[in-house]
Nanobody, 123 residues
Framework: QVQLVESGGGLVQSGGSLRLSCAAS????????MGWFRQAPGKEREFVAA????????YYADSVKSRFTISRDNGKNTVYLQMNSLKPEDTAVYYC????????????????WGQGTQVTVSS
């Protein structure tokens, strides 16, 4: 089992920045590929960004590319999501997720999830 706890959400004005953190415990963090997803009210959960466990290769949804940056610190068992130039449409609950497999952006491919952290961007 891997336990994931997100933090860093909050209320920010349009154009502002936030840094989300996801602390992992349980099994060896470096064995897992990590992802961030978000879910807005009335919408499906969608992929935001992912980072691989070894090469630290990164992948982004087109809607956040060049504004968001995912990173990880295997020594601290933590994955981060730096969000810049935030827009009202970025408002959602953001979830951290872990998987041992690779490939694809479906949330169904992730085995472990955090409880989520709310991000609200005001216009």
């Amino acid at each position: 089992q891997v336990q994931l706890v997100e933090s860093g959400g909050g209320l920010v004005q349009s154009g502002g920045s936030l840094r989300l953190s996801c602390a992992a415990s349980g099994r060896t963090f470096s064995n897992y590929n990590m992802g961030w997803f978000r879910q807005a009210p009335g919408k499906e959960r969608e992929f935001v960004a992912a980072i691989t466990r070894v090469a630290f290769s990164t992948y982004y949804a087109d809607s956040v590319k060049s504004r968001f940056t995912i990173s990880r610190d295997n020594g601290k068992n933590t994955v981060y999501l730096q969000m810049n130039s935030l827009k009202p449409e970025d408002t959602a609950v953001y979830y951290c997720a872990a998987r041992s497999s690779v490939g694809g952006y479906s949330p169904l491919s992730y085995n472990y999830w955090g409880q989520g952290t709310q991000v609200t961007v005001s216009s």
